[in-house]
């Protein structure tokens, strides 16, 4: 493996080029946030496997400007973030830097994660392209996933040409488009390729919009390489496991977030096979090659 009242907040004005850019990005996505919501998409992406709920805000920088229901341990609902939705992202970018000073968030300049990303292909490369694509590849506080799919510059809101992506997930359908000509085979290993790519992430808003950016990237390869949308069956296999790998959990803890866990007797965390139900539950993930659920803890630092 490598690894808010009822009214809508107050917004305070962008004053440079930048933050121009970054809420052009929102208002552009906020005609296919509402297709997603049109089709029951949206409920998909905001699902909890560890919970069999929904994901939660996991932040106050929303609970903080007044935002009723988007409280640090409140779970996240379609019908409100269609209501809010431009608001929450532009509160969300105005906070950035006490995010950063809070929670340690950092965006990384694509440059650098074109680096990063460069230095983990050499560590794959040499397989054959078949083990390439089944190789694990897990992006840990992934935020909105850029390691694994680099669809967006963070720092001025474009998308990125297909053909010029380097995430890893990206350069595992880049292969798959050179090696594949069937399209329902090209299908097969696509689905291959997502259910190998993990990612967690504390903070529910960014999980969200790391668990688009995926889906989203599943359209526009598809549609490059084939010009074609995809079905409802499509659609159903990939939310799955793109809710299966994109997951919300504290990665000091193995929980969900603010979990209550237990310790043994030197105070080191000790989760695994507890039972208390007092206790916050490890969280789950699917093991695609068993076809099994696990607990992350299980193989946390296990290089498995």
Known sequence: MI?????????????NDGFRASLERVLDAQYYFQDIYDSGFLDALLADRTTKKRIVWATDTYGDMGCKGA??????????????????LRIR??????RTRKHGEVFTPLDICKKMCDYAHKVLRGKDWQKFINATVLEITCGEAPF?????NQATGEIVPVAERFGLLDRK????NEKVKDRGEWLEWVFKAFQATYGYEFQGDNLLLARINLLRTFEEYLWDRWTMEPTDEDY??????????IWQMDGLTGT????????????NLFTVGKTDEKMTPPCVIKDWKTDKVITYLSISGSGK
């Open 148 to 152: 694994l799919a680099s669809r967006r």
């Open 3 to 15: 690894c808010c009242e009822s009214s809508h907040p107050a917004v305070i004005q962008p004053e």
């Open 256 to 267: 969900l977030p603010f979990g209550k866990v237990a310790m043994n007797t030197q105070g």
């Open 71 to 88: 409280g640090k341990l409140d779970e996240m609902t379609a019908d409100f973030l269609l209501e809010y939705y431009p608001d929450l």
């Open 173 to 176: 359908l880049k292969v798959i």
């Open 93 to 98: 970018m105005e906070k950035r830097s006490e």
């Open 236 to 245: 159903k296999r990939i939310l799955d496991i793109i809710v299966w790998n």
